[in-house]
T-cell receptor, first 116, second 110 residues
């Protein structure tokens, strides 16, 4: 059981380049999330998905797009990277309705992205 | 508006001591509360959920005070391995993820 995996682990982009971050989970979770973590800011939700084929905006969605074509995968895209998108990106998934008591989110190891 | 506030620390505590953190939240409609632990350059991991009646897991005790809108974490007999950042996490009623505090950095000293 790999849990939540993310690729790549590290990436350096130039301003204006595009890239896709891949998140995969093998726990059959319905819900998946993308967060970014910046020094002094804590984790902030970018986009999330409550099931295959669905996506929704979180707290800081601008500059990002997502897709959930398969239940186990959640892709985060940067169409035109900016230095402000330099961050650590974490994907997470959860196995139950978020409003339930036992709604632990399992996180991937993160992707460290630098935009020059 | 700061939805979840924590003292960033660092808290420097000798091994074996007891340490407590508090966290305040602004949304009175929040339904679920958690403490996550994050080691340096690693992903956050659930430490424990926080229940209305308070709960204990080994050396860790979590309390919720809905009237004053804060949660607390108490660590007894602290170990060197407890050194980490502790994230206070709150969820509202919707499906839109969790609201994280910025974390409290704990350093256990030998």
């Amino acid at each position: 059981n790999a849990g939540v995996t993310q690729t790549p682990k590290f990436r350096v982009l130039k301003t204006g380049q595009s890239m896709t971050l891949l998140c995969a989970q093998d726990m059959n979770h319905e819900y998946m999330y993308w967060y970014r973590q910046d020094p002094g800011m804590g984790l902030r939700l970018i986009h999330y998905s409550v099931g295959e084929g669905t996506t929704a905006k979180g707290e800081v969605p601008d500059g990002y797009n997502v897709s959930r074509l398969k239940k186990q995968n959640f892709l985060l895209g940067l169409e035109s990277a900016a230095p402000s998108q330099t961050s650590v990106y974490f994907c997470a998934s959860s196995y139950s309705h978020p409003a339930g008591v036992y709604n632990e989110q399992f996180f991937g190891p993160g992707t460290r992205l630098t935009v020059l | 508006r700061k939805e979840v506030e924590q003292d960033p620390g660092p808290f420097n505590v000798p091994e074996g001591a007891t340490v407590a953190f508090n966290c305040t939240y602004s949304n009175s409609a929040s339904q679920s509360f958690f403490w996550y632990r994050q080691d340096c350059r690693k992903e956050p991991k659930l430490l424990m959920s926080v229940y209305s009646s308070g709960n204990e897991d080994g050396r860790f005790t979590a309390q919720l005070n809905r009237a004053s809108q804060y949660i607390s974490l108490l660590i007894r007999d602290s170990k060197l391995s407890d050194s980490a950042t502790y994230l206070c996490v709150v969820r509202g009623g919707g499906a839109d993820g969790l609201t994280f505090g910025k974390g409290t950095h704990l350093i256990i000293q030998p």
